[in-house]
């Protein structure tokens, strides 16, 4: 029997393989004691065997073996060049153990497959790595590969995971367990509102705030499958892969993405400061890192595809008046780009638009002291447009597919495409000071296709190579492409095209699971929300965009005077704490009243914290319900400040302390009683400090 054990100071994960068979994790969850005998443990989990049954138990591998008898999932579908289905049955050859690495390779000498699991973790953010890679000595038909296969835990009732839509991404479901599969395939060609690859499994009486929990997330921009299987025996396991059958020619080596997991005994949350943790520190790579994030102003909603330069400046001054650091040109400034129908591709400045080219408006956006940014969708490409006409071969898919948004995409595995895109998008960012790129991706793939991925990699790679300094954010029709894949290459999301500061709520008090502040764009919309038709008070829409990375898009021309004071004093606001806000915990906060969202912002050292409680519809009952607080120290005390009291409306008629003074409280009340505050509308947000003394 061998054993393998990885650690950091809050998990463990256990390997054992039973001969010269693969190996199957026997234990992950709270750190083992030092001197724990593996074998014994290995032994006091093995399964009885009992009537109907195989003389043994197949083994939950890493990657479970059809050979060995597996009732399941298998973790590896492969044919040969005939189309001949290949079952593997691998065999030890030798493993690498250093430090916090593990790498096992298997062999299969029969049909000449290699199979080699690669295992890391983090002691920083206590995020595991994991990756499977499959090599060949004949080309064979990949099908399915899971990255190395987990056991879901027992004592688990049910298993949440996120579906969405446009405009209405990072739903949380919840799914009881079940004998059979819960199976989820995204075959859109992008990583998909409708499936962002997360999972979270709670122990039973978890919360956000207690208790253990598990959590996943496959990063991979092309689409994935996530399987969550119950076997008839009662065992669990959970598999992340590319989508199924997205590996459209055969090859000799094929590998997973990395699959990263935690274990957290401090509720979701704990599984969220990981996941954001990780992310910000290991994973983002940003172009200048000390330098602040800036306010984001994106001119899309106020003007569209009208691009007009005495507009375009007057915007641009009063955006920049209320405290815009960043401008943003969306889509219509090259081309003949009057509307969605025509013109991508064409990467060239419209000079009906821009006579004198980009040049003027830079300039201008420059004196105000802001960077400017540019809007692309590198990977699509109207029929009606040169490139098209020029080279319609170079569309992906058949010519009679069903367009989305009046395109096409660009065969992103083609060298010469890449190659017209990287000299297109580098003309523009060679011939100005672009310090940011909107990089968008407005319609699903006709076909899944992995070379797809893989080439738009490459592109950003490349052009992230020779454009060292600028930034990229990750757009696809909002939160279409959000996975730490593409946040290897890029360095923002746009979370959802939705500027519903309601829905944005949601979404965002959701996506903080997996996404941490600086990553996170969250921009303060129309009054009347183009998307919803939904008409806010400015102070709530200011608010839920100061939660994330905050920006503006809308027309700063329709704020009346006192819009224009409470926007910019909450801009001031969220610039005086950004530094620390951008290394923060966001803790999601279990709400006695459901009608109440509520994160709470915590520093890094825990001196110091920001609470956002939302109110997404009208209570049931009269008044507020107290709010918990969570991972403060018992024995501190805390100074307590609601910032924005004087946003209460005339119907909040009592006097609790927090509308007229500060207060100082300990951590244990606060985290046991919890806050109380005042009475408020619907769509309305109590923002509260908090300071150790």
Known sequence: MRHWSLADGRQSLILASDGARLPQIVYWGPRLPEGEDLAALTAAGALDVTGGMLDRTPDLSICPEATQSFPGQPGLMLRDAEGTSILPAFRFVEAEEEGDRLVILYRDERHGLTYRATFATCGDTHVIEARSTIESAAPVHLHWLAAPVFPGP??????????????????????????????????????????????????????????????????WSGGHRMVAEELSDGRRQIQFGHAAGIETSPGTRFESATLYAVFSDEGINGCAVAFQRHLRDRILRFPRPDRPRPVHYNCWEAVYFDHNMPELKEIATRAAALGAERFVLDDGWFGNRDDDTRALSDWVVDARKYPDGLGPLIEHVHALGMTFGIWFEPEMINPDSEVHRRHPDWALGPDDQILGRNQKALDMARAEVRDVLFDRIGAILSAHPVDYVKWDHNRVLPMPDAAQT????????????????????????????????????????????????????????????????????????????????????????????????????????????????????????????????????????????????????????????????????????????????????????????????????????????????????????????????????????????????
């Not at 027992?154 to 739903?171: P, T, V």
């Open 154 to 219: 027992q004592l688990s009732d049910e298993m949440h995971d996120f579906a969405g839509r446009w405009c209405g991404e990072f739903q949380m479901n919840a799914t009881p367990w079940s004998p059979g599969i819960r199976c989820r395939d995204n075959r859109t060609g992008r990583t998909g509102h409708e499936h962002f690859p997360g999972l979270i499994v709670p122990c039973r009486g978890a919360t956000n705030t207690q208790g253990q929990a598990f959590g996943f997330h496959y990063g």
């Open 454 to 693: 893989r080439g738009t990699y490459a592109l950003i790679d490349r052009l992230r190579h020779a454009f060292p300094q600028v930034e990229i954010e990750s757009c696809a029709s909002g939160g279409g492409r959000i996975d730490f894949g593409i946040l290897g290459r890029t360095h923002r999301v746009w979370l959802s095209d939705s500027n519903d500061a309601l829905e944005r709520l949601k979404i965002q008090h959701n996506a903080a699971i997996f996404l941490p502040f600086v990553v996170t764009g969250s921009h303060v919309g129309p009054r009347e929300c183009h998307t919803s038709g939904r008409v806010l008070d400015i102070r709530f829409r200011a608010w839920v965009a100061a939660q994330r990375h905050m920006g503006f898009e809308m027309d700063p021309r329709e704020l009346d005077e006192e819009e224009a004071r409470v926007l910019t004093e909450v801009t001031e606001w969220w610039k005086r704490n950004r530094e620390w806000m951008g290394r923060a915990d966001i803790l999601r906060l279990d709400s006695a009243d459901p009608a109440v969202i509520a994160e709470q912002q915590q520093a890094e050292d825990g001196g110091r914290f920001v609470v956002f409680a939302g109110k997404a519809a009208t209570s049931t009952q009269t008044v507020p319900r107290p709010l918990r607080l969570t991972r403060l120290s018992p024995h501190a005390r805390y100074r307590i400040e609601l910032l924005n009291r004087g946003d209460a409306s005339g119907l909040s008629r009592g006097e609790p302390v927090l509308k007229s003074q500060p207060v100082v409280l300990s951590g244990q009340y606060l985290m046991n009683h919890g806050l109380t505050l005042p009475w408020s509308f619907p769509e309305r947000m109590w923002v509260v400090e908090g300071e150790r003394v």
